[in-house]
């Protein structure tokens, strides 16, 4: 009984723990997404006032970590986004291994910090925000599958809030020295993103990878970072 709450314990705060615990130093991404290293990583936090993680135990044994400049323009654009859009939830999903970097399996990059996975934030039908089904038993969100209208037995994308969160992010990741340098959508779902709220500047700001991926990345955007300066 008492190794289970200690595990319970651990499961909720450890992550937020160790994030209090790191130092100061700067990050270092080292080679590239698909071939590098991360150092001296910085954790993103568990949740905040619209966020959480995909998976506390994935966060807890260092699945989420980014360089220190990636972590504040993505907590930078979620303060933002609970202004604008109060009500929507959103969800990330992976990032790169605190320890390092390196492979981060079954992913082919996020090994320098600079490749990060948001999970698409989800509307009921009638229209009421939910929030994203990031279970075990959905391979922690990984394993939902929307249709090509982007819509599942219970839930719809909510194509407006994934472009107001990459136009936010656009903007701080620009104010930290970096930018969006590519996104990763399933190519039959970006018409409706387009013709979201903001979709237009989206399409004109942000440049998307061309075709499909090895995966599909319908339950989820992956944003490569790259820095300026």
Not at 13 to 34: C, K, M, P, Y
Request: net charge neutral; hydrophobic share 45%.
């Amino acid at each position: 009984m008492l190794i289970a709450l200690l595990f319970l314990f651990a499961l909720q705060t450890g992550n937020d723990l160790l994030r209090a615990l790191e130092t100061d130093v700067a990050s270092q991404s080292i080679g590239t997404t698909s071939a590098g290293e991360l150092h001296h990583g910085k954790r993103l936090p568990s949740s905040g006032a619209n966020f959480t993680t995909y998976s506390r135990l994935g966060s807890l044994i260092g699945r989420t970590c980014v360089p220190d400049r990636v972590r504040d323009a993505i907590l930078g654009a979620y303060e933002t986004l609970a202004e604008d859009r109060p009500a929507t939830h959103f969800t990330f999903g992976e990032t790169a291994w605190c320890a390092g970097g390196g492979r981060l399996r079954p992913h082919r990059t996020h090994q320098n910090g600079l490749a990060v996975d948001f999970m698409v934030p989800v509307l009921t039908h009638a229209g009421e925000p939910a929030f994203f089904p990031a279970w075990p038993w959905t391979k922690f969100g990984y394993g939902v599958d929307f249709d090509v209208r982007g819509q599942t037995k219970n839930l719809k994308i909510d194509f407006d809030a994934i472009a107001a969160h990459l136009l936010a992010l656009e903007r701080t990741a620009r104010a930290q020295g970096l930018k969006i340098d590519r996104v990763i959508f399933a190519p039959e779902l970006r018409d409706a993103l387009f013709n979201a709220v903001g979709g237009k500047e989206v399409r004109a700001r942000i440049e998307f990878m061309k075709g499909k991926a090895w995966v599909r990345h319908d339950e989820h955007y992956h944003v490569d970072f790259a820095v300026l300066r």
